[in-house]
């Protein structure tokens, strides 16, 4: 008697065992019917699999295995020993659903002898969408380190110095071209336009129409650099679509093929949106009114280190580019900016000493308004840039 309980005990836990292999079976069976390669396979039971780590692969930024294989591929082919052997080539299969090369960027060449235009800003159709309006402006020092105007929220455990943030960085203008690359991990992240817009979503506020995400905002800023007289390079390639999970790695290839491409380049800002919900989860937008013109985006300058335990030695040097700018944009449109935000996770901001990600609006603003944000920081900013150039 006392054997059989035994037995059963232990016939209990692999019961379970066969169950869940049975149930994960049957769930891949399901997600990748109708695929006819072991690609197709692969990239549907991806694709399925990706939402929850969406978040987790945001926090690590560019963290992954060496191989390029997301977590959940990495347990899928576990369950075939086939297809774990293999595990070299479905690798390199995979890596053929984003092109490891950017995709026809856009060239913005500056105009030759052009003085920066320094003349006000003209007024913007900018329609009201509906969505509730907030300018958030720090009320105090307390949980900031504070230089001058600029206001900094620093998660690492890095101790931040006034002296260092102050003294000259790295990255400068040259006269070679290209000078800027700006490119969009999260291309695919959209905006809010007024009611009666058609637009096509992909995710949760996420939108491949090139009007209403980010990438809108990139043309504005290449365009601004270029009448500015810097050479700007425009990558508009959707690096987060159709997967949204391995979108650092992606767009760090692509980085990697321009400062081979061209050496020239020294400063790559990467162009998202955040998203922002009150203590009820109602979402609403970030504006910066703009006296004679309307309301622009508010937006945050994000950099990276190396908290996350990834090789990121000069990420000083991105911070001070950071502090600088802010400053300097702060002095024209005090409520543009938020406090600039230290993170653990190094974005890729590792490729050059001019590295700085921008997340301007929110999901609940209007691309117009975004737009008006991203003309005037890269106005402000080159302004900046060539003030230092000389």
Same mark, same amino acid.
């Given at each position: ?14 019961? @379970? ?66 297809? #774990? ?7 390199? #299969? ?24 320094? *003349? ?51 990255? !400068? #203008? ?43 905002? !990139? ?26 999970? !391995? *979108? ?10 321009? @400062? ?47 908290? *996350? !335990? ?8 991105? @911070? ?55 003309? #005037? ?14």
């Amino acid at each position: 008697m006392q054997m059989k309980t035994a037995a059963k005990k232990r016939s209990g836990p692999r019961r @379970l065992g066969a169950m869940g292999l049975a149930a994960c079976t049957l769930w891949g069976v399901a997600v990748t019917a109708g695929s006819d390669t072991i690609a197709s396979a692969i990239s549907a039971l991806r694709q399925e699999a990706s939402a929850p780590l969406s978040a987790l692969q945001w926090e690590l930024g560019d963290l992954g295995p060496e191989d390029g294989l997301s977590p959940a591929a990495v347990l899928t082919i576990a369950e075939s020993p086939l297809l #774990l052997s293999a595990r070299e080539t479905v690798a390199q #299969l995979l890596s053929t659903e984003m092109p490891d090369a950017p995709q026809e960027p856009v060239a913005q060449t500056p105009v030759e002898e052009t003085p920066l235009d320094t *003349s006000p800003v003209p007024a913007e159709n900018i329609p009201e969408n509906g969505v509730t309006a907030k300018t958030l402006v720090p009320t105090g020092d307390a949980g900031y380190t504070v230089t001058g105007k600029v206001y900094i929220t620093n998660s690492t455990e890095h101790a931040l110095s006034i002296q260092d943030l102050t003294t000259s960085f790295d990255a !400068g #203008l040259t006269d070679e071209e290209p000078q800027i690359l700006i490119i969009h991990t999260h291309g695919s992240e959209a905006y809010t336009p007024a009611p009666g817009v058609e637009v096509e979503y992909s995710g949760n506020h996420r939108s491949t129409d090139t009007r209403y995400n980010v990438v809108a905002v !990139g043309d504005v800023m290449a365009q601004t650099f270029g009448e500015a007289g810097i050479s700007v390079l425009h990558d508009r390639t959707l690096y987060d679509y159709p997967s949204y999970s !391995g *979108s650092y790695d992606r767009s760090l290839k692509a980085i990697e093929s321009y @400062l081979t491409q061209y050496p020239s380049i020294h400063f790559i800002l990467d162009v998202h949106r955040d998203a922002i919900e009150d203590t009820e989860g109602n979402e609403y937008k970030v504006i910066s009114p703009v006296e004679g013109v309307g309301n622009a985006a508010q937006v945050t300058i994000v950099v990276g280190s190396d908290g *996350s !335990g990834l090789p990121h030695p000069k990420w000083m040097e991105n @911070l001070k580019l950071a502090v600088g700018v802010q400053q300097n944009i702060t002095q024209t449109y005090p409520t543009l900016l938020r406090p600039i935000l230290l993170r653990n996770s190094r974005y890729n901001q590792h490729a050059t000493t001019g590295s700085l990600l921008l997340e301007v609006g929110a999901a609940g603003n209007s691309p117009e308004e975004a737009a008006l944000a991203g003309k #005037l920081v890269a106005r402000q900013m080159a302004e900046f840039l060539e003030a230092k150039s000389k």
